[in-house]
Structure formats: structure tokens, C-alpha cells
């Protein structure tokens, strides 16, 4: 018996998983014949705990930890922009009905009706930002993979887009006057904060700025995260599986721990 027993412990096939510098651990059946070999930083599961065993494991190790810390604080900045970019349309909103309904005695422009070319750009900044930020952080939180819109370097792109959008959007507001005083500044509007056109044209300003700011900060996080896991071509969600890709040819990028 304790022969046929060992006989067929060498057929069976046993789960291998592999601990990674990043702490990423990946699974896989291998046979008897391919244990003979060493495997550098590797270990046997239990074919009936490997589940339980690989997740306590990854969900343990401290680079795992600082791992899910970066992710968790690029869904909240992402959450951040969300909210700074509803808070920005609505006060772009505010400002094109004032001065598109304006008063024939309003001394705005002479009383006539006008708009900021620049307030629409911010209008579309904020309503692009809004859609994006909520894809991104649905995709990192929940872990999905789309085929066109799936890895780092596409994130980054998306990003350096919005950074020049709120980067123009706010610049440009930043000097832009009204008429007819071309020489007040939406920058410098403190000496008429008794209006409340004027604090709101300084809150649009500030939330134009904290968006730029938002959007920055998510640049350089993903930048240098996809930098130091050569990340580019892999899943902007940030935890995958090399060994066993749905998008990317051979490579795998399937979730193991949820």
C-alpha cells in the first residue's frame, strides 16, 4: 500500500506557488518530474488548502500591505477629483448663467450678455474628469481589466491629458479680468469678495487649482509605481497574476486574492 501510495503521489500533480520581491504570489500545477529541480523561493500547497494557504499568505506579507496602501489612497484621490470636479461644473454653471442672463443695468460688460470662452473649457474639463475619475477608480477598487483601456501606460495618458486640460483651464482663469475693468484679475478679486460673483469666481479658481493638483499627484503615483514594477504594459489596478493574462498575448495578469 505505502507503495502504490507513492506512486501515486508521484503522479499527482502539486500547486506550486512562487513569492515575488513585490509580493505577488502566483500558483500553478507542476508535476512530480518538474520538483526535482530546485525551485528558487518557492514552496508546496496543499492541493486541497492552496486556496486558503495563497491568500493568507499574500493578503500577510508586508510589501502586499504597502502594495494595497498605494492602491487604497489612488482610489481616494481619485474620489477627491470626482468631488472637486462635480464642485467645479457646478460654479462654472453658476458663473455662464449669470453673465449670460445678465441685467440691461448690470455694470458687468455694460449690462451686455456675454461668456468666458475659459469657463466653457472648464466646464468640459470638469464633465470629462468626472466620467474618468469614476472609471479609474471603479477599475482599481474592483480589479478589472478592459481591452482598450486596461493598463498603466494607459492610465498615464488619460492623466497627462487632464493635467493639461486643469493646468490651462486654471491658468487661463487665473488672468483672465472682467469687463470692462481688463485690469482686475480673476486672481485678485479680494477687493470685492463683497459680491458674490467675485467669491465665486475665486472658488472656481481654487477648485480649478486643487483639481490640477489632484490630477498631478495621480500622475507621479502611477508614474512611479508602473516604474518600479515595469508596470507599463500591466493592469493599472496594480495586482495581478503574470502567469495568466485575459488581455496581452502569453502573459498572465489574473486576479488571486480578492
Known amino acids: 500500500m505505502t507503495s502504490i501510495a507513492a506512486h501515486s503521489?508521484?503522479?499527482a500533480p502539486l500547486l506550486i506557488c512562487n513569492l515575488s520581491a513585490a509580493g505577488m504570489e502566483t500558483c500553478g500545477m507542476?508535476?512530480?518530474?518538474?520538483?526535482?529541480?530546485?525551485?528558487?523561493?518557492?514552496?508546496?500547497?496543499?492541493?486541497?488548502k492552496a486556496p486558503s494557504i495563497c491568500k493568507h499568505t499574500l493578503l500577510n506579507h508586508p510589501l502586499?500591505?504597502?502594495?494595497?496602501?498605494?492602491?487604497?489612497?489612488?482610489v481616494f484621490v481619485y474620489f477627491l477629483l470626482f468631488i472637486f470636479s462635480v464642485v467645479l461644473m457646478a460654479l462654472c454653471a453658476v458663473r455662464l448663467?449669470?453673465?449670460?442672463?445678465?441685467?440691461?443695468?448690470?455694470?458687468?460688460?455694460?449690462?451686455?450678455?456675454?461668456?468666458?470662452?475659459?469657463?466653457?473649457?472648464?466646464?468640459?474639463t470638469?464633465?470629462?474628469?468626472?466620467?474618468?475619475?469614476?472609471?479609474?477608480?471603479?477599475?482599481?477598487?474592483?480589479?478589472?481589466?478592459?481591452?482598450?483601456?486596461?493598463?498603466?501606460?494607459?492610465?498615464?495618458?488619460g492623466l497627462f491629458v487632464l493635467f493639461l486640460l486643469w493646468l490651462i483651464?486654471?491658468?487661463?482663469?487665473?488672468?483672465?479680468?472682467?469687463?470692462?475693468?481688463?485690469?482686475?484679475?480673476?486672481g485678485?478679486?479680494?477687493?470685492?469678495?463683497?459680491?458674490?460673483?467675485c467669491?465665486?469666481?475665486?472658488?472656481?479658481?481654487?477648485?480649478?487649482?486643487?483639481?490640477?493638483?489632484?490630477?498631478?499627484a495621480l500622475f507621479v503615483m502611477s508614474l512611479l509605481f508602473a516604474i518600479a514594477n515595469k508596470a507599463f504594459h500591466d493592469p493599472m489596478h496594480g495586482r495581478w497574476d503574470r502567469r495568466a493574462t485575459n488581455y496581452g498575448g502569453d502573459l498572465s495578469m489574473r486576479n488571486i486574492v480578492r
Open 9 to 11: 503521489l508521484r503522479k
Open 199 to 216: 467669491r465665486i469666481l475665486t472658488a472656481l479658481l481654487a477648485f480649478a487649482w486643487l483639481g490640477w493638483i489632484l490630477v498631478l
Open 188 to 197: 485678485n478679486l479680494s477687493s470685492c469678495w463683497v459680491y458674490s460673483t
Open 126 to 157: 470638469s464633465i470629462i474628469t468626472i466620467f474618468w475619475s469614476a472609471f479609474i477608480a471603479r477599475t482599481i477598487h474592483g480589479r478589472h481589466e478592459h481591452r482598450r483601456m486596461n493598463s498603466f501606460t494607459a492610465e498615464l495618458i
Open 30 to 48: 507542476i508535476s512530480f518530474r518538474q520538483t526535482r529541480r530546485p525551485l528558487p523561493r518557492a514552496y508546496p500547497c496543499s492541493a486541497y
Open 97 to 124: 448663467h449669470y453673465t449670460s442672463h445678465l441685467s440691461p443695468r448690470d455694470p458687468l460688460n455694460g449690462g451686455v450678455r456675454f461668456y468666458d470662452h475659459i469657463v466653457i473649457e472648464l466646464i468640459v
Open 64 to 74: 502586499h500591505t504597502i502594495t494595497a496602501m498605494i492602491h487604497f489612497v489612488r
Open 169 to 186: 483651464g486654471a491658468a487661463v482663469a487665473t488672468h483672465t479680468s472682467n469687463p470692462p475693468d481688463v485690469n482686475v484679475r480673476w
